[in-house]
């Protein structure tokens, strides 16, 4: 229209798909994250390219979402797209032996990220972290998996448990959602994240039970938790010497914010990692990789009887997208450009909140970042994230949207950025942000 916004309720052709959608899946939309997206009104894409999302009537916005995360290199790029397409043309899934795109995607994991000695592909970040702890429980023998809140590994019941406790929950073995096994509920430790002395703590209780000691290196479902040194050091001291395998959830940052992981700049190599999301620019294709011994339980030989199964792992589009996307990533530096664009996003609406007088802050790393209403300083820990404003961060999404910049409304989740976002990009969000920040 002609003042440039948007009025996201005003638009028949989108209302009446929204309400076909509400009477046929529950809530409208496949996942209850994905719902959460109508708080702004209703939402319903059909195209995407590069930077930008259009609904089915024809709007168009900036995607900040990026399919919560794995769009790294922008939406329907060329090249990811064309090696897909050639796998198409090739027969999807053979589901016998070997191929070579799994070798070569394999080669690349092993000789890119320092933990990955040998890996399994599968299809998602839930069952890659699913994988890890069914190894690592075969290994030690042990049952209980010690996690940290604010984390999330996926929806499955051994890791859903207190990624958003309550305020009044926290320190809980918090299930995320109904309908879980008790059983594995409470054979999930829950401790705080970059808290060394609770570590420890649990380790002089449960050191000798533990299977495995899972975490996301940085929580970017709580937008961003910076990790300490020390407690990555400690972590991996004290897992080294229970003999408990240390497991980097790298479903968000790897690919994402390094080919090589963030365990290669953070200088501390886990035992497994599992890999996802970025890893094939969406298309659908995950991994869990790590030490060899560990990974060789799943060698299908009834001495070392770990099942890895699965009748799509290893489908062939998703891989040849990943060696696509991986190639790329490397070649062009994706990692040094999107850091350098975060930065500009971070700092240009550090100094909006600063300029309207608006109590908030902006945390990130690399090409993620958010801004979190009604709470300052750097948040180490979930409860630092409790105090957040989310009916402002709602206000605000609602404002972006209306001015043609998309990003979830739920205030704790991030902003992505990919390599098709560039100034032009830049300039549009900030001047977006800084009317929609006068109105708040
Ligand atoms: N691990 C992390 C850190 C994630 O952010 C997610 C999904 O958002 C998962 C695991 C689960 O991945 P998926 O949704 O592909 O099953």
């Known amino acids: 229209n002609d003042s440039g916004m948007t009025d996201p309720n005003d638009d028949a052709a989108m209302s009446e798909l929204v309400d076909r959608a509400r009477e046929l899946i529950p809530g409208g939309a496949q996942t209850g994250l994905r719902a959460q997206a109508y708080e702004t009104g209703d939402v319903a894409f059909d195209s995407a390219s590069e930077a930008t999302l259009t609904t089915v009537s024809g709007e168009r916005y900036t995607d900040y979402h990026l399919g919560f995360g794995p769009i790294v290199l922008g939406h329907a790029h060329d090249g990811v797209d ?27 994991l092993v000789n890119l990220v320092p933990s990955i000695e040998m890996v399994n592909f599968c299809n998602s970040g839930s069952e890659a972290t699913y994988h890890a ?7 030690t023998g042990n049952e209980k998996v010690l996690k940290f809140e604010g984390c999330y590994h996926g929806w499955h019941d051994y890791v859903d448990v207190s990624v958003y406790p309550p305020a009044d929950r926290v320190g809980e073995r918090y299930p995320e959602s109904d309908g879980m096994l008790s059983a594995a509920v409470e054979n999930t430790l829950v401790a705080p994240f970059n808290d ?23 929580p970017h479902s709580v937008g961003c938790l910076l990790p300490e040194p020390e407690f990555l050091e400690r972590l991996r001291e004290v897992t080294e010497s229970h003999d408990v395998p240390l497991v980097f ?25 599992c890999v996802a999301k970025a ?22 030989d009834n001495e070392s009887g770990v099942v890895i199964s699965g009748t799509y792992s290893g489908s062939l589009p998703g891989l040849a997208a990943a060696r696509e996307t991986i190639d790329t990533i490397v070649e062009e530096d994706v990692q040094g450009y999107l850091t350098n664009l975060g930065d500009r996003y971070r700092d240009g609406l550090t100094d909006l909140l600063e300029d309207h007088a608006i109590d908030g802050r902006v945390v990130g790393h690399r090409s993620i970042f958010s801004v979190q209403f009604g709470v300052d300083g750097e948040p180490r820990t979930y409860e630092d994230v409790l105090g957040l404003d989310e009916e402002r961060f709602r206000a605000f999404a609602a404002g972006m949207r209306e001015r043609g910049q998309f990003f979830t409304p739920n205030p704790y989740k991030r902003h992505h ?9 830049l300039e549009s969000y900030l001047d977006a ?8």
């Open 279 to 300: 890893l094939g620019n969406g298309y659908p294709v995950a991994a869990v990789g790590g030490r060899a011994d560990l990974l060789a339980q799943a060698g299908g």
């Open 417 to 425: 950025l990919s390599f098709a976002h560039d100034e032009s990009h």
């Open 249 to 273: 959830d790298e479903v968000i940052s790897g690919f994402r914010h390094s080919p090589r992981g963030v365990q290669y700049e953070f200088g501390v190599t886990p035992d497994l990692t």
């Open 133 to 139: 702890i069914r190894l690592a429980r075969a290994a």
């Open 433 to 440: 942000a800084d009317a929609v920040l006068d109105e708040l």
């Open 196 to 218: 060394p002395d609770a570590l420890e703590d649990v380790f002089r209780e449960h050191g000798d039970e533990l299977a495995a000691v899972i975490l996301e290196p940085i």
């Open 82 to 108: 064309k090696a897909a397409r050639a796998a198409i043309d090739d027969g999807v899934l053979y589901g016998a032996g070997t191929t070579t795109l799994e070798v070569e995607v394999a080669e690349r």
